[in-house]
């Protein structure tokens, strides 16, 4: 499977604390997305990061991508309970697909 | 501008039956991708369709088909329904084909009985 994997698969933090997650992949990219999925719900996308750029900014999100390592990571500062959600990594490989990490739940309490 | 929308909402279906979900990309979306999301196997690309032309399908059997209209609107269709079809569809329309800002709709939870 090309999937990609997000670690952890669950966090919870304080809200006004950073959150992190990560994102591994398998094959080549022309691009890595993230995107916030609220329970049940359909995704929004967040943020897509080239690969020949290194890191991203939006907001409060900071997205960096080491096309060496396979992987990337999101980080959202200062979060908030709104940021309560699923985020998800998407891949587009060589044919053209779209391929989806399996998630990570962050949980922010108020 | 309206966002993606899915009809219907909800579906619940009995085991042989056959269903057929739709969906209305943004308005000048000629791309239009269907994924299958399950608690255990995530987010599955099932296929995707622009101009009217199934670009790109995903490991799934061949019980699940779609078409696309020329007003951009696509059908998916699954027949033969088994339990574990049960998801939540979603649909994600995106200018064109390729690796581009998809916008998503709500999805059609899909129950199977």
């Known amino acids: 499977s090309q999937q990609g994997e997000e670690d952890p698969q669950a966090l919870s933090i304080q809200e006004g604390e950073n959150a992190t997650m990560n994102c591994s992949y398998k094959?080549?990219?022309?691009?890595l997305q993230w995107y916030r999925q609220n329970s049940g719900r359909g995704l929004v996308h967040l943020i897509l990061?080239?690969?020949?750029?290194r890191e991203k900014h939006s907001g409060r999100l900071r997205v960096t991508l080491d096309t060496s390592k396979k992987s990337s990571s999101l980080l959202i500062t200062a979060s908030r309970a709104a940021d309560t959600a699923s985020y998800f990594c998407a891949t587009e490989g060589t044919g053209n697909q779209f391929y989806f990490g399996t998630g990570t739940s962050l949980t922010v309490i108020p | 501008k309206a966002g993606v929308t899915q009809t219907p909402r909800y579906l619940i279906k009995t085991r042989g039956q056959q269903v057929t979900l739709s969906c209305s990309p943004i308005s000048g979306h000629r791309s239009v991708s269907w994924y299958q999301q399950t608690p255990g196997q995530g987010l599955q690309f099932l296929f995707e369709?622009?101009?009217?032309?199934?670009?790109n399908k995903g490991n799934f059997p061949g019980r699940f088909s779609g078409r696309q209209f020329s007003n951009s609107r696509s059908e998916m269709n699954v027949s033969t329904l088994e339990l574990g079809d049960s998801a939540l569809y979603l649909c994600?329309?995106?200018?064109?084909?390729?690796?581009?800002?998809?916008?998503f709709g709500p999805g059609t939870r899909l129950t199977v009985l």
């Open positions: 094959t080549s990219i022309n691009n």
């Open positions: 990061i080239r690969s020949n750029e």
């Open positions: 994600a329309s995106s200018l064109t084909s390729g690796a581009n800002e998809q916008f």
């Open positions: 369709y622009f101009s009217e032309t199934q670009r």
